[in-house]
């Protein structure tokens, strides 16, 4: 078998464009546009380029955003400030603070911080609290698990039933999506590096969520034949073939799995992509609901 490619970037690009034509009609009617703020602390350039692929695509949806930069040595109390005057600005739908924050500072007291009703990252404790209680939906469900639900949805993939392989319990990726599977009626396993026998969890798996940050670590063998394959790792590894001289690979072994697999996603363009679209959904969500829309 060869599997389907998931197309991330084909998908994302469909949910941007419903996006923008949402916000080109909400805008004419109430005379605002949604507006999403983001606060990156420190120089990581890592997270320099992820903030500024978010402006750029809020641009191109026709979302403001309100980009803020502070130096690493700013302190716990100046960022909580901040925050709340983002909660308290009326052209703000949503606030991002983009992670990993600084050593120093609280990850947790700046994310309780933001109003849950502006939490377009899913991460206050209460909205990961409730997305991990039955029957009772969060506000805001976390970007890059929520993607992974919507390209499962849209390969027709029956998650339902499903045996869950998720390997990494992640804040921003394992434990949401599990938590997201779990209830859509999915039998979930998470597994991590303690996890003992990891490729015979992995075989038992009808869909395979890969999130644990190690290049190519799930080899093809480990793949029951006819799964799905979900690849959220971006590792960037050496190639002397590469002009650069490194390129992105996933968690998984691509070119071994897709024998295998019946759907899977490649790395990059298939998750990455739709971190964002979610985002900028997560961002007119609110904005709707501000509306009482
Ligand atoms: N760092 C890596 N992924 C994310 C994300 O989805 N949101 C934020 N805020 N930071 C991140």
């Known amino acids: 078998m060869t599997a389907q490619i998931i197309d991330g970037k084909a998908l ?4 941007r464009a419903n996006i923008a034509s949402e916000v080109t009609d909400l805008h004419a009617r109430l005379g605002r546009a949604p507006g999403l703020a ?4 420190g120089t990581d350039p890592a997270s320099q380029t992820y903030v500024r692929s978010k402006h750029k695509a809020c641009n191109q949806a026709g979302i403001q955003s309100f980009a803020y930069e502070l130096p690493a040595t ?17 052209e703000v739908d949503g606030i991002l603070v983009q992670l990993p924050l600084p050593k120093g500072l609280d990850e947790e007291g700046v994310l309780s911080t933001i109003h849950i009703d502006k939490d377009v990252d899913g991460f206050h404790p209460i909205n990961i609290g409730r997305l991990n209680m039955k029957g009772r939906p969060p506000l ?13 949805d849209a390969t027709g993939v ?5 045996d869950a392989v998720v390997i990494g319990r992640s804040n921003i990726v394992g434990i949401p999506v599990a938590a997201l599977l779990r ?14 026998d990891l490729p015979e969890k992995v075989r038992r798996a009808d869909i395979v969520v890969a999130a644990i940050g190690r290049p190519e670590m799930i080899r ?8 799905v394959v979900i690849d959220v790792g971006i590792n960037r590894i050496e190639d002397a073939q590469s002009p650069t001289g490194s390129r992105l690979v996933g968690d998984v072994a691509f ?30 969500t609110g904005f709707k609901r501000t509306h009482g829309l």
């Open 158 to 162: 029956t998650i339902s039933g499903a």
């Open 183 to 196: 209830n859509r009626d999915a039998t979930v396993t998470v597994c991590h590096s303690r996890t003992r």
């Open 74 to 90: 700013t302190s716990q109390a100046e960022v909580e400030a901040l925050v709340e005057d983002l909660n308290a600005n009326p």
């Open 220 to 227: 093809g063998d480990w793949i029951r034949p006819g799964a």
């Open 38 to 41: 983001t606060v990156l602390v």
């Open 12 to 15: 994302a690009a469909r949910i």
């Open 255 to 284: 070119e071994e799995a897709r024998q295998v697999a019946s759907a899977i996603t490649p790395v990059p363009g298939g998750v990455g992509p739709m971190t964002i679209a979610m985002l900028l959904q997560n961002t007119l």
């Open 140 to 152: 805001f469900v976390p970007c890059t698990p929520a993607g992974v639900i919507e390209m499962l």
